[in-house]
């Protein structure tokens, strides 16, 4: 991809109407509905790979992170929008790589 010269832009699905009419299934949006509030994969489906002593390392490390008033605070972690926010520390970081990539 490197020899072409372009350039990503975002379009909005209204805007891009071929694309648009190409990714809906008419059968399964009824008209005049809009989708943006629906979630194509569950959370259940997501894998939690954060084991109780990755959690423990990253609560001893929080004062690593500088926290700010969007960060919530439960049982020793830091959470943004409902997730872990991973200090900057680079054995952790190695860890949940490693763990994420030999699944």
């Known amino acids: ?5 372009y350039v990503i832009k975002h379009m909005p699905g209204n805007k891009n109407i071929l694309a ?6 008419p059968d399964l949006i009824p008209e ?3 989708n943006k509030d629906l979630i194509a994969i569950p959370s259940e489906h997501f894998i939690n790979f954060l084991s109780e002593d990755i959690l ?4 001893n490390k929080r004062n690593k ?7 919530t605070h439960h049982n020793s972690i830091y959470k943004y929008q409902g997730r872990t926010v991973i200090p900057d520390d680079s ?6 790589l490693q763990m994420a990539h030999d699944r």
Request: proline share 3%; charged share 40%; glycine share 4%.
């Open 32 to 34: 005049g509905k809009d």
């Open 65 to 71: 992170i500088l926290p700010n008033d969007q960060f």
């Open 56 to 59: 423990k390392e990253i609560a």
């Open 1 to 5: 991809m490197t020899r072409f010269n």
């Open 20 to 25: 648009d009419a190409l990714s809906r299934r």
């Open 91 to 96: 054995n952790i970081k190695r860890r949940l």
